[in-house]
């Protein structure tokens, strides 16, 4: 049947009838907050290409824990920027890390919500790649992969002994999330999750979060172990990959350009799909919304719906604590 019989607009006359047809929902449950902890008491500095983000200390940063899991919030992922940097990272796999006493400091407040650490090198070495480094046989310095396996478990075992509840590896390396199994189990942490960056692309929408969390590479770029963004096909084998290894949740990175990898991903795997609406998609809106060009509000909202649309169950946003209260009002 098609036109006069037919005629689409029947329902989306009213406001109620639109809800009844919609496909996909949007809910706080889906949304986990990134949040950036620096040494230090009272710290709460304003990331001036991400507005309404900060580099909190841990008092601060449990104050905005609390506020989140209030408004619902189920998650929160940290990252952390450390007192000193060097060319292994120290300061990433020592049991008094950052991230560490930030963990200790929210589960001390005994606060209701997933706390979900980043593993990767790159706020943590001198030279900002993710991992060590060493000259390759074509006489480049490259991030070494083996060798930076056990770094990356050292540091997932630094935040599961202080109380993580998921473990989330985004450095790229092949052969991590096995690796990060291995070694949470054999130290008998056989119930913590891995949440694996699976198909995270080298890409350039990740500028303004390498200010929020002082890691731009000091030279070169992330090409070498990150993924190429022409590559549909490759990302599903990554993904099929880490799922053997032992993933419990695979990531899609960044989300909005990469949608069509959300849906094939979402189309051939059963483990729940994450997306991490990254640093620039949220940039690029807030800016736009600066100069009274676009309406954050929807432009957010219509950002997070269509990752959900793509397959995602759960979203990595900037806009978590806004959506929150967005969600709750609507
Ligand atoms: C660490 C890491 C990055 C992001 C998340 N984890 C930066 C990078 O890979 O360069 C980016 C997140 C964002 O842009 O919001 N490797």
């Known amino acids: 049947m098609s036109f006069p019989q037919t005629r689409m607009r029947r329902l989306r006359a009213t406001p109620a009838l639109r809800r009844m047809v919609r496909e996909t929902t949007l809910s706080v449950d889906d949304l986990i907050m990134p949040l950036f902890v620096r040494p230090g008491s009272g710290v709460r500095n304003a990331i001036a290409s991400m507005p309404g983000n900060f580099q ?8 905005e824990v609390k506020e989140l899991a209030d408004l619902g919030v189920p998650a929160v992922i940290l990252f952390g920027i450390p007192e000193t940097k060097d060319p292994i990272g120290t300061s990433a796999y020592i049991q008094d890390a950052i991230v560490c006493k930030a963990i200790e400091a929210i589960k001390a407040a ?17 030279h900002g790649h993710c991992g060590t480094l060493k000259t390759n046989r074509r006489g480049v310095r490259d991030v070494e992969n083996d060798a930076t396996l056990g770094l990356l478990v050292k540091e997932a075992l630094a935040h599961a002994r202080a109380g993580a509840d998921m473990v989330a590896p985004s450095d790229m390396m092949d052969g991590r999330v096995g690796a990060i199994r291995k070694g949470l189990d054999d130290a008998g942490f056989t119930d913590l999750p891995i949440m694996a960056y699976s198909a995270k692309f080298a890409s ?127």
Do not use: H
């Open 56 to 63: 909190f200390s841990v008092d601060t940063l449990v104050e």
């Open 110 to 126: 005994k606060i209701d919500i997933c706390v979900i650490t980043d593993v990767c090198m790159c706020e943590y070495t001198d």
């Open 204 to 330: 350039a929408f990740y500028g303004p979060f390498r200010d929020a969390a002082e890691s731009p590479p000091q030279f070169g770029d992330r090409s070498s172990y990150q993924m190429d963004s022409p590559n549909a096909r490759e990302a599903m084998r990554e993904i099929a990959l880490d799922i053997e290894e032992g993933a419990d949740i695979i990531m899609v990175k960044p989300a909005l350009p990469y949608l069509d990898i959300i849906r094939a991903a979402s189309d051939r795997f059963d483990l729940p799909i994450a997306a991490y609406n990254v640093s620039g998609e949220f940039s690029m809106v807030k800016a736009a919304a600066e100069r009274g060009w676009i309406d954050e509000k929807r432009a957010a909202l219509e950002s997070l719906m269509s990752i959900r649309r793509a397959g995602a169950k759960m979203i990595l946003t900037y806009w978590a604590k806004d959506a929150a209260k967005w969600l709750a009002k609507s």
